[in-house]
């Protein structure tokens, strides 16, 4: 297993940007599939990114085009840069090992009107 620690939320106005960090206990190089998930309260957490060992990614049909998900494998750290954000990214934003079933803590992102 690995243990995943998000970071970088907080509150941005609508149209701004933001990058997550999700440092990993240990390294991710044997974690083919990491991504990023978003929940807001009495939902289910949604997909919002993926990214495989060697870099391709898939998005979400919300986040593409705004975000992108990288990973720095010698770092064990996966981000998520978000650009041009909207009310509607405001959630608790989750990184995960997908393949695992990993989770991190979670960290908040905001974004106001």
């Known amino acids: 297993q690995v243990q995943l620690v998000e970071s970088g939320g907080g509150l941005v106005q609508s149209g701004g940007s933001l990058r997550l960090s999700c440092v990993a206990s240990?390294?991710?190089?044997?974690?083919?599939?990491m991504g990023w998930y978003r929940q807001t309260p009495g939902k289910q957490r949604d997909l919002v990114a993926t990214?495989?060992?060697?870099?391709?990614?898939n998005y979400a049909d919300s986040a593409k085009g705004r975000f992108t998900i990288s990973r720095d494998n010698a770092r064990n750290t996966v981000y998520l840069q978000m650009n041009s954000l909207k009310p509607e990214d405001t959630a608790v934003y989750f990184c995960?090992?997908?393949?695992?079933?990993?989770w991190g803590q979670g960290t908040q992102v905001t974004v106001s009107s």
């Open positions: 995960a090992a997908i393949e695992f079933g990993y």
């Open positions: 240990r390294s991710i190089f044997g974690i083919n599939l």
């Open positions: 990214i495989t060992r060697s870099g391709i990614t």
